[in-house]
Nanobody, 124 residues
Framework: HVQPVESGGGSVQSGGSLRLSCAASRITYNSRMAWFRQAPGKQREGVAA???????IHADSVKGRFTISQDNAKNMMYLQMNSLKPEDTAMYYCAAEVPLSGGWWAQPGIYNYWGQGTQVTVSS
């Protein structure tokens, strides 16, 4: 059973850093994990994703600032967020796609397991 659990959110000033963690026991092959975020009144958007081979993809809005990574031995996934901006303020969710469906990584509907979310607030 895969049940992601996020941690590491908080409040920081613009330009600061946070590291989000996601604990999720999962099949260590043919799966994908991702970070999504949702701000009030906005749709949930994909931030970054990683497959078990280690291939990663990041949304254009966070490239160069955020980095997704994983530690399969510990069943952990991370999102290092640097140079945070007020527009990064949102609830951040960890999601797992098990098994891979072949769908577009940033489409929330392809992920079948979701965490409860962790709040990130960036003040100017």
């Amino acid at each position: 059973h895969v049940q992601p659990v996020e941690s590491g959110g908080g409040s920081v000033q613009s330009g600061g850093s946070l590291r989000l963690s996601c604990a999720a026991s999962r099949i260590t092959y043919n799966s994908r994990m991702a970070w999504f975020r949702q701000a009030p009144g906005k749709q949930r958007e994909g931030v970054a994703a990683i497959v078990t081979s280690g291939f990663t993809i990041h949304a254009d809005s966070v490239k160069g600032r955020f980095t997704i990574s994983q530690d399969n031995a510990k069943n952990m996934m991370y999102l290092q967020m640097n140079s945070l901006k007020p527009e990064d303020t949102a609830m951040y969710y960890c999601a797992a796609e098990v098994p891979l469906s072949g769908g577009w990584w940033a489409q929330p509907g392809i992920y079948n397991y979701w965490g409860q979310g962790t709040q990130v607030t960036v003040s100017s």
